[in-house]
């Protein structure tokens, strides 16, 4: 009876290790592609960042990142990250892009909203964080 007490005990143990594990692996993946996603805005690859992007939204966002073509993109401060990663498998960061558009030099500002979510993801055959959102409209 003890011992199988200690079996039950060790085997709650590790799935509980195991799944904090994968939590903590599918949060890392998340700060990754919003840094990857927001790095790519600022060097001004917007058709790259598109890879990023929900399939379903892909030819919108391909839309409006070449509307942007003439924006630059002088930096960006991620202002928050709201998240229901373990509850939902969705999160958003709210990001200020600070930009000009030539030949102007006078300096904008966007708060773009970007919701995220845990999807699976056809091509690469396994779930991915992708973005739900389009490119914000640079005025």
């Known amino acids: 009876m003890k011992i199988g007490f200690i079996t039950l005990s060790i085997i709650i143990l590790l799935s509980s290790c195991a ?3 994968a939590l903590t692996e599918v949060r890392d993946d998340f700060d990754r592609r919003v840094r990857e996603y927001n790095n790519l805005l600022s060097s001004e690859k917007f058709e790259q960042a598109g890879s990023l992007v929900v399939e379903s939204h892909r030819g919108d966002f391909n839309t409006r990142a070449n509307a942007a ?3 630059q993109v002088i930096d ?3 202002l928050s990250i709201t998240d ?3 509850e939902k498998g969705a999160a958003t960061a709210n990001v200020q892009i600070n930009y000009t558009i030539p030949p102007s030099s006078e300096i904008k500002t966007v708060v773009d909203s970007q919701n995220w979510s845990y999807v699976y993801v056809k091509e ?3 779930k991915r964080w992708c973005l739900m ?3 914000p409209e640079f005025k």
């Open 69 to 71: 073509r003439n924006v």
């Open 124 to 126: 690469d055959g396994r």
């Open 76 to 78: 960006y401060q991620i």
């Open 19 to 21: 799944s904090s594990k």
């Open 84 to 86: 229901e990663i373990q």
């Open 133 to 135: 959102t389009l490119l």
